[in-house]
């Protein structure tokens, strides 16, 4: 059974940061992509970052780019979400899922229950 557990979410002001940690079990981690995709109050699903299965190939969102970074441990079983220069526009529930290629890059397979960031003074 697949498994996505993700932590390191919080309360945090404008400006903080977090890192978020997603440990994989039930598949086998290192011949997947892996993405972080969030949901705020209200609003849909956005993709934030997604990298591919040895780290080489990363993108993000133009909402997240320079402030954010994934990357991945293979040996732990684990994805990360560095999030630095936190704006209040960043709250939001925070998922790590499979990225399953699709014809125009990836979409979202199995997701994790998520982690809650908020950002607010």
């Known amino acids: 059974?697949?498994?996505l557990v993700e932590s390191g979410g919080g309360l945090v002001q404008p400006g903080g940061s977090l890192r978020l940690s997603c440990l994989a079990s039930g598949f086998t981690f290192s011949n997947y992509a892996m993405a972080w995709v969030r949901q705020?109050?209200?609003k849909r699903f956005e993709w934030v970052s997604n990298i591919n299965k040895d780290g080489g190939s990363i993108y993000y969102a133009d909402s997240v780019?320079?402030?954010f970074?994934?990357?991945r441990d293979n040996a732990k079983n684990t994805l990360y979400l560095q999030l630095n220069?936190?704006?209040p526009e960043d709250?939001?529930?925070y998922y790590c899922a499979i990225?399953?290629?699709t014809s125009d890059g990836y979409g979202s397979g199995s997701r994790g229950q998520g982690t809650q960031v908020t950002v607010s003074s």
Request: no cysteine; proline share 10%.
């Open 1 to 3: 059974e697949v498994q």
């Open 91 to 93: 709250t939001a529930m």
């Open 65 to 67: 780019k320079g402030r």
């Open 99 to 101: 990225a399953i290629p």
């Open 40 to 42: 705020a109050p209200g």
């Open 69 to 71: 970074t994934i990357s």
């Open 85 to 87: 220069s936190l704006e």
